[in-house]
């Protein structure tokens, strides 16, 4: 877990004792250092080009430019979605016991919610044994996309839960777009959702992320919609804080 | 800066290099920048510099010494005990995040993907550095 690669990709302690485990951790290093350096001086070396060369470039190369720029943010969004994919799990977390209703009204509080989207809890939430980090991160994921697709005049985004015998259900809904039924099971997938945006806030990347916390906490999501009559994300955490 | 001593740059990359000397250039800093390649130079330069910098703006993915092994090597050796050491890096993980903190550094910034938000980024340094009281 601790191996860090000595500076370039591939140089690494001769008496190092390598696993797959440390082999899949120096992987995600890689991704994370190794494949942004590069992108980051792409990214800024274009840019002095169009500073210092505005005057002469002409329409089309400055378009091109833009465009190079574009992709660059892509790829920067991508690698950040599969370096953050694969850590998920591996960085060790004590479970401990969280408020929710602290959790999530702190988040609202921080998050920019347009005027004319509500966003409140159904009632009190529980004081659950969990993962506070990785929790935080699903209850962010649905809420922010719930504010993001929001296309009502009067937007609601409501938090609810469940207790049932051995976990926890808890619900985030919207009276948004709704999503196709055809979409419910590929919007948890990395790759589909990795696909087509070019604004960086691709819905499925926290979905993916949810979808993976969600599991490697033994728990589950997924989603009740009908296009145009809003949508339900669920998900369940178990009630055992000691699993994982 | 709260002084005109230099700024020490570890740095093996040499755009990131040039991107830093160029926003400190944009936003009217006037300490000199060194810069240095890797941490086993960055200890021989604070163990032979005849001044010591400001601040020193640290990369941690770098060959033959890393930004962590330079750490553990200078705070061993005592060299940056009246020195702000602030991590200037692209890794998001939480080990080198936790290292760092234990190794004292005075901040953990992750270099921004565009110029622009890197002056930004080199600004709020500069200002913090200004504000706040620095050793002799």
Same mark, same amino acid.
């Given at each position: 877990m601790n191996f860090k690669p000595e500076g370039t990709v591939g140089v690494k302690p001769m008496e190092y004792q390598e696993t797959t485990e440390d082999e899949f951790e120096s992987f995600s290093y890689i991704i994370s250092h190794d494949l942004k350096s590069p992108l980051r001086a792409i990214q800024i070396l274009t840019d002095w080009i169009v500073r210092e060369n505005a005057d002469r470039l002409t329409e089309s190369g400055k378009e091109h430019l833009v465009l190079l720029q574009d992709r660059v943010k892509r790829m920067d969004h991508i690698i950040d979605a599969v370096s953050r994919y694969s850590r998920i799990g591996r960085v060790k977390i004590e479970p401990e016991s969280v408020d929710l209703n602290q959790m999530i009204d702190y988040h609202i509080l921080v998050t920019p919610v347009p005027d004319h989207i509500q966003c409140i809890k159904k009632k009190p939430l529980p004081v659950v044994r969990c993962k506070r980090a990785l929790v935080t991160e699903v209850f962010q994921h649905l809420i922010d996309n719930a504010i993001r697709y929001m296309d009502k005049p009067e937007g609601r985004v409501e938090i609810d839960f469940s207790e049932e015998k051995d976990f926890w259900r808890f619900s985030v809904s919207d009276n948004g777009p709704g999503i196709d039924e055809k979409y419910h099971r590929q919007i948890f997938k990395i790759f589909a959702s990795l696909?087509? %945006? $070019? $604004?960086?806030?691709? %819905?499925g990347v926290g979905l993916t992320l949810s979808k993976r916390i969600a599991e490697l906490s033994g728990g589950r999501i997924w989603l009740e919609s009908r296009k145009g009559e809003g949508c339900t994300f669920f998900f369940t955490l178990p009630k055992d804080e000691n699993r994982n | 800066m709260k002084n005109n001593k230099p700024i020490l740059l570890v740095e093996d990359d040499s755009v990131d290099a040039m991107t830093v000397r160029r926003a400190l250039k944009d936003i009217h800093v006037l300490n000199r920048l060194d810069v240095v390649k890797n941490g086993e130079e960055a200890i021989e330069y604070l163990e032979n510099g005849k001044e010591s910098p400001c601040v020193i703006l640290l990369d941690?993915? @770098?060959?033959? @010494?890393n930004g962590i092994e330079f750490l553990k090597a200078a705070r061993a050796q005592s060299l940056v005990e009246r020195i702000p050491v602030v991590v200037l890096t692209t890794s998001k993980d939480d080990q080198d995040i936790i290292d760092s903190f234990k190794l004292c550094v005075a901040g953990y910034i992750l270099k921004p993907v565009t110029y622009t938000e890197f002056i930004e980024t080199v600004r709020t340094i500069n200002l913090y550095w200004t504000l706040s009281e620095l050793p002799h």
């Open positions: 696909h087509g %945006r $070019d $604004d960086g806030q691709s %819905r | 941690i993915n @770098m060959p033959r @010494m």
